[in-house]
């Protein structure tokens, strides 16, 4: 499946609020992300940003006015709504949420939004009351009806001086939710549990084992699979990564405190993807208060086994559910691998040399190989775990698709 936000067509819309400073951000991300981005100003949002700004960041001249002089920027504008894949209308005030609620088209961003047919990520702003109104309400509901997708605002004190839901959310998070809007939602009514970052194993109060596990590849396959329709539990230890949006988060420390939380799950799961670097052993009794160093130059630690939750995953599978694991290792890929997939039960396996340039934890960028069930293994090139993220839930989606055939024939026979 081909995602995101490189090589589309973006309109931005900026309508005039304290925010507009937050469409410059937005707009840098979305080039950084390869789009293609032209913007569309109101009047009143150049009270607040210059146009040069946008058109030196966007390389294209900002549409600001029905009958401008200009080819580029005049009413030839229209003609962008159909070659748009996407429209992010942010800050949306409470104006234009009206005029799109309610078809009036007097200014060139509403004039544009009536011939738009592309997803739409209206992206509200403003006081809280004006929010919180009822007739501000009452469009954004008509709005969400006729297909916009509605950005929450976000809550606290704002610029006007109220405390409340209003504040537009900060540019990572538009591009998250542009980025849903223009995903296809392939696994819709899939019920997907995903285990990332490592666990802690407690030597006394102030140490601990762990690994350099930073949970981003766990993290991308959440936020992959909620964006293609999922409904999306992430169990995960200690990291420091921001919760992925609309994603159940709970968080563990220790691997038999992700162990009892997982096997919570695992019934209601269709899809089970287990990332977690989990700790192999733990110490056998932590000490209630931190451990002295004292005139020893040695020390002895007595370790543990910890159950195998993929295993047990394995164990506990039933025919309608998908499991997929994941295999760091510093040496023999291919029969470590292999291993594991044949004695925990797994449909599939993704698996990495973490000791290989770009491959390892903490890494923004990871190189795997899928062995398969039947046998078979598909080496992929180094790329982004967002990338990896998809590879890996498109062939999760060719299992589930394969499983239904599968498990329908057995009903037709019954």
């Not at 709970?250 to 209601?268: G, H, I, N, R």
């Not at 992929?380 to 990896?388: F, P, R, V, W, Y």
Request: aromatic share 4%; proline share 5%.
């Amino acid at each position: 499946m081909k995602t995101g936000i490189k090589n589309k067509n973006i309109i931005l819309g900026v309508c005039g609020g304290i925010a507009a400073y937050k469409s410059v951000e937005l707009l840098r991300l979305l080039k950084k992300q390869g789009a293609d981005v032209r913007v569309i100003m109101t009047k009143n949002a150049l009270e607040f940003v210059g146009p040069m700004t946008f058109e030196a960041l966007s390389g294209h001249a900002v549409c600001k006015d029905l009958f401008a002089d200009t080819d580029d920027a005049s009413i030839k504008h229209i003609e962008w709504a159909s070659a748009a894949d996407a429209v992010v209308i942010a800050p949306a005030t409470a104006n234009i949420i009206g005029k799109c609620a309610n078809g009036i088209a007097d200014d060139a961003l509403s004039t544009f939004m009536l011939a738009v047919t592309s997803p739409v990520l209206l992206c509200p702003s403003m006081n809280t009351n004006m929010y919180l109104s009822r007739p501000v309400q009452k469009n954004l509901e008509t709005l969400a009806s006729y297909g916009y997708v509605i950005a929450e605002p976000g809550a606290g004190e704002l610029a006007c001086g109220t405390s409340g839901p209003g504040r537009l959310p900060d540019p990572p998070e538009i591009l998250d939710r542009l980025t849903g809007c223009l995903t296809p939602k392939d696994l819709k009514d899939k019920k997907i549990l995903i285990t990332a970052g490592p666990t802690r194993e407690a030597i006394d109060p102030v140490r601990f084992i762990s690994n350099p596990s930073s949970g981003k590849m766990g993290y991308a396959v959440a936020r992959a699979a909620e964006h293609r329709g999922a409904s999306v539990v992430l169990i995960t230890g200690p990291v420091n990564l921001p919760d992925p949006m609309n994603v159940t988060v709970v968080k563990v420390t220790s691997a038999q405190e992700m162990a009892s939380v997982v096997f919570d799950y695992m019934e209601q799961s269709d899809v089970i993807v287990k990332t977690a670097a989990v700790s192999d052993f733990r110490p056998k009794e932590p000490a209630k208060q931190k451990i002295k160093k004292g005139d020893k130059d040695e020390a002895t630690l007595f370790l543990v086994k910890n159950q195998d939750i993929l295993k047990e995953l394995g164990r506990r599978k039933k025919d309608h559910q998908i499991l997929v694991g994941f295999a760091a290792e510093t040496e023999e890929l291919e029969r470590n691998a292999g291993k594991k997939l044949e004695e925990k039960n797994l449909d599939m396996i993704a698996g990495n040399l973490v000791n290989h340039p770009g491959s390892g934890f903490a890494t923004d960028t990871n190189q795997v190989t899928l062995f398969h069930r039947n046998g078979t293994k598909e080496p992929l090139s180094a790329m982004g775990k967002d990338e990896i993220a998809h590879i890996l839930l498109d062939r999760v989606l060719d299992k589930i698709i394969l499983l239904d055939r599968v498990l329908d024939k057995i009903k037709a026979q019954f």
